[in-house]
């Protein structure tokens, strides 16, 4: 940071704060962030799980990154740095959340061991659970959602994770999940996870 900004910066203390917020809410608040490769079923898990803690009460926000890149980061490319960069932001993104309370379902293939370390240090290891969506990538690419595969096969995309650019297994996930598993069993299995922690 620029030394005379640093030194004319001063956080501003407020009387509402996350404990309070939490208070109301009757729940602590969490970033639940999920990493896996394009079609592992990131974002249908993150949507489906969402739905099922709004229906519980829970007070949640659904951050996915293809809908960040199109606001918050759309200056961003897909080089090392540019990446690095986006799941700064993303994160900085969920800390605020996480301080207003909200339980934060972050979807994002955050490629990088480095990258998730990153992004545990700016939420908070105590605050940040991590969710590995572990899919063979002969399954993603089946599923091909938004047809990147498929774009990278042809030439069109370049810096695809878990082809031309490497994706790096968490070594120690809170929650590993089959992401070839049944929809329901993989949505229950976390919710069995998360009563031990949201209450």
Not at 64 to 77: A, E, M, Q
Request: net charge positive.
């Amino acid at each position: 940071m620029n030394f005379q900004i640093e030194n004319n910066i001063f956080w501003q203390k407020n009387f509402i704060n996350k404990n309070l917020r939490e208070k109301k809410n009757k729940h602590v608040s969490l970033v639940l962030w999920f990493t896996g490769l394009s079609g592992s079923g990131k974002s249908t898990i993150s949507n489906y799980l969402e739905k099922k803690l709004y229906n519980l009460k829970f007070n949640t926000y659904l951050l996915d990154g293809d809908n960040i890149r199109t606001g918050l980061c759309k200056d961003l490319s897909f080089c090392s740095k540019d990446r690095l960069e986006n799941i700064r932001r993303i994160a900085e993104v969920s800390k605020l959340m996480l301080d207003a309370g909200l339980l934060v379902l972050t979807s994002v293939i955050s490629p990088n061991n480095s990258h998730r370390n990153l992004a545990k240090d700016i939420i908070g290891r105590k605050n940040f659970i991590e969710i590995f969506v572990d899919t063979p990538i002969e399954i993603c690419e089946k599923r091909d959602p938004k047809k990147l595969y498929k774009k990278y096969r042809m030439g069109k995309i370049k810096n695809f994770t878990g082809l031309d650019s490497k994706y790096e297994n968490p070594k120690n996930p809170d929650i590993h999940i089959n992401g070839t598993e049944d929809l329901n069993n993989i949505i229950d299995k976390i919710i069995i996870f998360l009563k031990k922690k949201l209450v």
